[in-house]
């Protein structure tokens, strides 16, 4: 069959990979893909919210199985657009419909859903402008640090920690009367702030059943021993060595399990990654966030180790009859670490060109802002690339890892060198 990835990063790169190496796919597409994506699939310049263009060019290619990659399209309703429309209602679309894309679209209905099924999450509540008051109230009846969450989507940034409650009552008042984040700060979500170290968890649902994945831990901040500005994510481990037979039975039972009964006891209908941001405090799970996608770059370090088809995975998914398949995941450990341009998070250059990537061995590189220009690849956004690499256990893949980022280069590059040093 004909197939659609919908997005342009190392997770929709590294998604073509693996999808291209299935014997079920014969065309594949990326929309709008990069340099990566471009050497093993179609790349069509389209933006991933113009369902338009999207359904254009399913009819035109007959595809008829669509992946999504990133929340934006799943929050705009993508799935519910295609089930709408007759010449598209048959095809599979690999991603929720837009009312459960509300678990990562909205932070105050996530909540609200943790809190009706009884998961354990930390406690909370939201305030509009109309109730700014309460808020600094509120701020008042809890101990330093500060957690303040913007309740839309507002592009990862828009969750502030902060110490000083001055601080963070004026904060609340940037989000809620000022604006700070657009419309996603509307509501803002107070919370208890929890002290312990982070892990992903992800899983796979048909909407009734469910799989869960290898673990993953990124790191989000820019600078090294998790200092500096938060970033999409610059480097990933799985699976995560604290995350025990113990722990992960916990996750499975006081948070998987009621995740995915929640979604049908509330009627949420779902088709696809959920990816459960947790916090181990002690030796207990909780959930920080729901995002409705995969992780990137989790991503470029869980789906390597998946060795299943995964065509045939989705297909299950589409069918409703994903208790059929049976993971068969590596027990190698697998890491990533996330070259960036200088600068990013904040402003950087674009238009650098990338030497080296002949000289890379045993490892994988999924391209992310890098594009073809001219013959040669070049950087096109913050994150440029991903470097993936197995061994037995997480020192040697790292130690692959950064090998092989020795003989890549472009002007300003720069990556963290202590990916894992936490663990
Ligand atoms: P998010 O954008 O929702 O992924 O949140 C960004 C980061 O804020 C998370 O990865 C956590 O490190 C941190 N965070 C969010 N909520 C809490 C909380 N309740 N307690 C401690 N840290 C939090
Ligand atoms: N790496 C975190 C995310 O994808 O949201």
Not at 13 to 29: E, G, M, N, Y
Not at 63 to 79: A, K, Q, T
Not at 101 to 110: C, I, P, R, V, Y
Not at 253 to 271: A, E, M, S
Request: proline share 4%; aromatic share 8%; glycine share 10%.
């Amino acid at each position: 069959m004909n197939i659609l990835i919908i997005g342009s990063g190392g997770r929709e790169h590294t998604f073509a990979w693996k999808i291209s190496q299935s014997s079920l796919c014969d065309r594949l597409f990326v929309a709008p893909g990069n340099s990566g994506t471009s050497e093993i699939a179609t790349n069509v310049d389209l933006n991933v919210n113009d369902f338009d263009g999207i359904k254009a060019l399913v009819l035109k290619e007959n595809i008829e199985m669509v992946v999504v990659g990133p929340e934006d399209p799943l929050v705009n309703g993508i799935h519910d657009f295609f089930l709408q429309d007759k010449g598209l209602q048959h095809i599979a679309v690999i991603g929720p419909e837009q009312k459960a894309a509300q678990l990562e679209g909205s932070k105050e209905f996530a909540k609200e859903f943790l809190y009706r099924h009884q998961i354990p999450t930390a406690a909370y509540k939201s305030f509009t402008k109309e109730n700014v008051g309460e808020g600094y109230k509120f701020l008042e009846t809890l101990k330093p640090p500060y957690v303040l969450k913007a309740d839309g989507l507002a592009a990862g940034k828009g969750v502030l920690i902060l110490n000083d409650l001055d601080e963070a009552k004026a904060e609340l008042k940037r989000m809620l009367i000022d604006s700070k984040f657009g419309i996603a700060s509307e509501k803002v979500v107070i919370e208890e702030f929890l002290d312990g170290i982070e892990l992903s968890c992800f899983v796979l649902t048909d909407g009734k059943n469910y799989k869960i994945l290898p673990t993953a831990k990124d790191y989000k901040r820019i600078g090294e021993g998790d200092t500096g500005l938060n970033t999409g994510g610059m480097g990933a481990i799985s699976p995560v060595p604290f995350a025990t037979s113990e722990f992960l039975n916990k996750i499975e039972q006081r948070i998987v399990k009621p995740t995915i009964d929640g979604l049908q006891k509330d009627n949420l209908p779902y088709k696809g990654f959920v990816f459960i941001g947790l916090i181990k405090v002690n030796e207990d799970p909780f959930v920080i966030e729901y995002n409705v996608r995969m992780g990137d770059p989790e991503t470029e370090a869980v789906l390597p180790r998946v060795k299943n088809d995964l065509v045939q995975v989705f297909q299950a998914i589409s069918k409703g009859t994903l208790d059929q398949v049976e993971l068969d995941i590596d027990d190698r450990a697998a890491t990533t670490v996330v070259l960036v341009s200088g600068g990013y998070p904040e402003t950087y250059e674009k238009g650098k060109t990338i030497s080296g990537l002949h000289l890379v061995n045993d490892a994988v590189v999924f391209h992310a802002g890098a594009k073809k220009d001219n013959g040669s690849i070049v950087t096109s956004g913050g994150r440029v690339l991903a470097v993936t690499a197995f061994g037995k256990e997480y020192h040697e893949a790292i130690k692959k890892s950064y090998q092989n980022i020795n003989k890549i280069s472009f002007d300003k590059m720069y990556y963290r060198k202590d990916i894992g040093f936490d663990l």
